[in-house]
């Protein structure tokens, strides 16, 4: 991983200003709240620095794409991150979960967590 990058998502992630959901990059639930799984934070910080592009989901209500992408890291994101799989495979597997994106849709880590394991394993 891109070592400028990894350090600004670790600081994303435990800065507390990002809430965390599971199952979709970014998520807005009916009354306006919005979240993000661990993946969306980083394609968060991809749309701030002119990498890729946000936009609605016209398929569901309330999700979004980066890329054109609801649930994974699409190439253009993967190579600027420096990250080899969609789904952010990790070298050494935490209980079942072989990925950052399975470590945040268990729902048992919480960035901070997540930030502790990329800083670890990324």
């Known amino acids: 991983m891109h070592q400028e990058i990894k350090k600004d998502w670790l600081e994303a992630l435990r800065s507390g200003k990002y809430t965390q959901g599971k199952y979709s990059l970014k998520k807005e639930n009916e009354e306006g709240k919005v979240s993000y799984c661990c993946l969306g934070v980083l394609c968060d910080?991809?749309?701030?620095?002119?990498?890729?592009?946000?936009?609605?989901?016209?398929?569901?209500?309330?999700?979004?794409?980066?890329?054109?992408?609801?649930?994974?890291?699409?190439?253009?994101?993967?190579?600027?991150?420096?990250?080899?799989?969609?789904?952010?495979?990790?070298?050494?597997?935490?209980?079942?979960?072989?990925?950052?994106?399975?470590?945040?849709?268990?729902?048992?880590y919480t960035f901070p967590q997540i930030a502790q394991i990329i800083e670890d394993q990324l």
Not at 68 to 91: H, N, Q, V
Request: proline share 6%; net charge negative; glycine share 10%.
């Open 45 to 108: 910080l991809a749309v701030r620095q002119g990498i890729v592009e946000e936009e609605e989901n016209a398929s569901y209500c309330g999700e979004y794409l980066f890329d054109g992408e609801e649930t994974s890291l699409t190439p253009k994101l993967r190579e600027w991150a420096g990250i080899e799989t969609p789904e952010a495979k990790i070298d050494k597997p935490v209980g079942p979960h072989t990925s950052l994106m399975a470590l945040n849709d268990s729902g048992d």
